[in-house]
């Protein structure tokens, strides 16, 4: 979906992309919340993002055409203007942390990434791409809340059942923040895993 509209209770009609990254992603524009998608708004930015993706799951279905287990809206993502200028785009991408009840404002909340995320980044790609503002080839410097940069590219288009898609690649860098050793009892009943349905529908 570009420029999807979608009523959210107590912000009104907001005009929306659903794009898919690893995950489909709803994303708006923050400048038409005020917003600069600064830590200081952490707590709008996510009540926001939160409002507007539980709005869009009950307006705007979506499933994958070639995956249809993966099915229904995962994550916010609110853009917006690079701080920047060597940057292309500045993005905040809120992950839920329980089920949203229109009814309770204390649940209208969820988790902010702290990176431009690469899944999200891979998403805007995507919408900008189906704009026509991001061609093959042009390198998108997606900026994160902190001031992180991941750097895409857009190797080829291509498809996706009937829809048009492209083929991203994102770099950045990343930080090591721990050390773990891990181990596979001889009397665990599940030594290669196991899979359950979709958690974050």
């Not at 499933?63 to 500045?90: E, K, M, W, Y």
Request: glycine share 12%; hydrophobic share 40%.
């Amino acid at each position: 979906h570009l420029d999807a509209l979608v009523e959210v209770p107590q912000l009104g009609t907001v005009a929306v992309d659903v794009a898919y990254g690893g995950m489909f992603y709803v994303i708006a524009d923050a400048q038409r919340f005020g917003l600069r998608l600064t830590p200081d708004e952490g707590a709008d930015i996510v009540r926001i993002t939160e409002m507007i993706k539980a709005a869009a799951n009950e307006q705007l279905p979506v499933v994958h055409p070639d995956q249809p287990g993966f099915a229904g809206i995962t994550i916010g993502q609110l853009s917006g203007p690079a701080h920047d200028p060597v940057n292309s785009r500045r993005n905040v991408v809120t992950v839920s942390t329980g089920k949203l009840d229109w009814e309770r404002p204390a649940t209208w909340t969820g988790a902010i990434d702290r990176s431009p995320c690469g899944t999200g980044t891979s998403a805007r790609m995507a919408s900008l791409h189906a704009r026509g503002e991001l061609a093959v080839g042009d390198a998108f410097r997606h900026e994160g809340i902190l001031g992180t940069v991941f750097t895409g590219n857009v190797l080829e288009e291509t498809s996706v059942g009937e829809y048009r898609a492209i083929v991203p690649s994102i770099t950045g860098q990343a930080w090591i923040t721990g050390f773990a050793n891990y181990v596979v009892d001889p009397t665990d009943p599940f030594p290669d895993g196991f899979t359950v349905g979709d958690i974050w529908g």
